[in-house]
């Protein structure tokens, strides 16, 4: 029984990538700060698209501050092409990009219709003031023409 025991334990202390190849864990294992033990699915995912080598031999090459943001960049796109095999992030993007350019088309356009009511009605005295058009539809007298009216606190 005391030989199971430490078997649990050395199992529990391997990285989500030494697990799956089932090989000891060595300390200073490359994949152990990017693939922890609780999380196999994200080294399965990655692994799926890029290969354990191919992660192996980028985070080598790689400095040591950029690699936790590699491996997030790495899950993602993995995490992507699962959801959309052929276009993966880049169908994301594109979709992102066209929102921004709707967007950018409506801002222009209200900016536009903005400009022109600026330019057309500059100075131009309304016809009636908007307390007798109110009176009119409600029959309500609401003083909005006196400016030391107090309706509004």
């Not at 700060?33 to 994200?42: G, I, L």
């Amino acid at each position: 029984m005391h030989r199971f025991h430490k078997l649990d334990k050395m199992t529990s202390t391997r990285c989500a990538v030494c697990k799956y190849f089932r090989r000891r864990c060595p300390p200073d294992c490359i994949f152990a700060p990017y693939f922890p033990n609780d999380n196999p699915q994200r080294f399965t995912c990655v692994h799926r698209f890029y290969g354990a080598s191919n992660i192996g031999k980028m985070l080598e090459e790689m400095p040591v501050q950029l690699r936790a943001d590699a491996v997030e960049s790495l899950y993602y796109e993995a995490k992507c092409r699962i959801q959309d095999p052929v276009y993966g992030c880049v169908g994301i993007i594109t979709s992102l990009h066209r929102q921004i350019q709707i967007a950018q088309s409506q801002l222009a356009k209200a900016q536009a219709e903005i400009s022109f009511l600026d330019a057309n009605f500059v100075g131009v005295e309304p016809t009636s003031s908007l307390s007798e058009s109110l009176v009119q539809q409600n029959g309500v007298e609401h003083d909005l023409d006196d400016p030391f009216s107090t309706w509004f606190y």
